[in-house]
């Protein structure tokens, strides 16, 4: 297509984006902040899709996945593979409903108002948005225990000052406000920068594992020291998958946040293809090859990094700080994208006229300290068995419905101007479509018998013996709630007098 055609196209675009916003500024549902993207917005490249998952996926957590799965009874290459496969999997339903934010130019807010209905959609976004307010709190933790590990090397006395690990995590907190404060702008420009650095820091820490480990050999027949547990293997794969899926199955629903400032289809698939799976395999990789390292160079396993860097670098100031730089960036290009963009614009989505997306990365950042981030963190069991299967559990009941309503029932059609209508097409019952909510609480009401097992167990470990069979179902989480949830929404579109409505809407909505 010749660049005049390209440059018509564009100037097409802007002037019905135009009249969109005209139509709807006014109502309720409206702030330029859930506005559509225009087209001088859409500047994200194939490259900066791939450097916000590096960004997000190259994180202390990451680095830890392995951990629990090895602590349970999987050896190394079964955690790896389960691992990896379940970022393969949350990679189809991430490709699916991103395909939406580009289309449109809407946030996830936006875009589940055509599946729950304008008021039905802040139960979907406000869901996804606490969970991610528990991993805002999750990661500033992880990065305050990074900057108390740097001042105790740097200051002996440090490690004396009363509450010292709670002064390193409220000042981590406040420069992520800061950073909050700068938009979502400011958050693609920071994981560009950033993406190289932390793969340079990963890959250097890799040869060290394999250097001072005695050789890549030696390293792996040590890494058989790091399996604690004695549960059999398929015991502990479903829960496991369901847990590695739910690492990013909060991703999936509102991925529609970051693509719509993609430039093209092909520049968010590829970078979401390349960036997603590989990072969060290669990284968890690092992990586990430089842990079976410090078996060998330590006599312990030390699976935490900052632990780690300490030991290495405790006596060489100015390596210990560069490596303590490279973990506080890791974490903040991990909190800023996946924990406050998100959450930023589902709480402005509950009042748009008055909550904006900075005031909505405010309140993420007080409920992210008000969830106890420290209680969830130190416990390996409560972490992956409870809150990332449990949480998983929901949110992957609401994707199905997203997809199942874009993908097959609208067949990828929206009226871009109803969405922001109070009364309008997407209004259904009060601003609630009963269905999509039905469809959810089917999807997930079987697995609650076993989420309330898994969280009574000592220390919230999760996994438990000799569960009925109601309890069982717990054990395939997101697995179970996304496919019954997704069958329940279609059957009830598929009623009469409903298939015809969403014909006729078919027909009225243009490509």
């Known amino acids: 297509m010749a660049q005049e055609e390209f440059r018509d196209m564009a100037v097409s675009d802007e002037a019905r984006l135009a009249r969109i916003k005209a139509e709807v500024m006014s109502s309720s549902l409206y702030n330029e902040d859930l506005a559509p993207t225009e087209p001088a917005e859409r500047t994200w490249t194939t490259y900066n899709i791939a450097a916000l998952w590096i960004g997000m996926a190259i994180v202390i957590t990451t680095y830890t996945l392995a951990s629990g799965l090895m602590a349970a009874g999987m050896n190394w290459w079964q955690a790896l593979l389960t691992i990896s496969l379940g970022n393969i999997i949350v990679l189809v339903p991430m490709l699916l409903n991103a395909h939406a934010g580009t289309k449109y130019g809407v946030p996830f807010p936006v875009f589940v108002r055509a599946s729950f209905g304008v008021r039905g959609a802040n139960f979907a976004a406000i869901a996804r948005a606490l969970v991610a307010c528990g991993w805002f709190g999750i990661q500033t933790w992880i990065g305050g225990l990074a900057l108390d590990a740097l001042l105790t090397v740097a200051w002996g006395g440090w490690a004396n000052v009363s509450g010292h690990q709670f002064i390193t995590f409220f000042i ?40 001072a480990g005695g050789g890549v050999g030696n390293v792996f027949s040590t890494s058989a020291q790091l399996q604690q547990g004695q549960a059999p293997f398929w015991s502990l794969f479903w829960p496991s998958l369901a847990a590695n899926v739910g690492y990013w199955i909060t991703l999936s629903l509102n991925i529609p946040d970051f693509t719509r400032y993609a430039k093209s289809q092909r520049s968010q698939v590829i970078g979401q293809a390349f960036g997603l799976p590989l990072t969060m395999t290669a990284f968890s990789f690092i992990g586990i090859a430089v842990t079976a390292a410090t078996v060998v160079v330590f006599g312990e396993a030390i699976w935490d990094p900052v632990v780690l860097i300490t030991r290495i670098a405790g006596e060489l100031p100015a390596v210990l700080i560069l490596a303590m730089v490279i973990i506080v960036i890791a974490q903040i290009s991990t909190n800023m994208a996946a924990n406050v963009v998100s959450p930023s614009f589902d709480f402005s989505n509950l009042a748009p006229k008055y909550i904006s997306f900075r005031t909505g990365g405010v309140i993420t950042a007080i409920l992210g300290v008000v969830s106890f981030p420290w209680v969830l963190f130190d416990n390996v069991g409560a972490y992956i068995f409870t809150w990332l299967v449990g949480y998983g559990s929901l949110l992957g009941a609401i994707g199905a419905v997203m997809i199942v309503d874009y993908w097959i029932v609208r067949r990828r059609r929206l009226d871009l101007a109803e969405l922001y209508k109070i009364d309008g097409r997407y209004a259904y019952s009060g601003g609630w479509n009963w269905r999509a909510i039905v469809a959810v609480f089917v999807g997930v009401i ?50 009469p007098g409903r298939a015809s409505e969403m014909a006729e809407e078919r027909e009225a909505v243009p490509e």
Do not use: C, D, M
Not at 187 to 203: H, N, T
Not at 459 to 487: C, D, M, Q, R
């Open 172 to 211: 981590f907190w406040a420069v992520q406000l800061v950073i909050i404060l700068t938009g979502v702008e400011g958050v693609k420009i920071f994981e560009s920068y950033s993406a190289p650095l932390l793969i340079g820091g990963s890959v250097a820490l890799l040869i060290w594992g394999f250097y």
């Open 446 to 495: 079987p697995v609650v018998p076993g989420f309330l097992r898994a969280a009574a167990t000592p220390n919230f470990g999760g996994v438990f013996e000799t569960p009925t069979f109601v309890e069982s179902l717990y054990n395939y989480g997101l697995f179970f709630t996304f496919f019954v949830a997704g069958i329940t929404y279609l059957l009830l579109s598929l009623i």
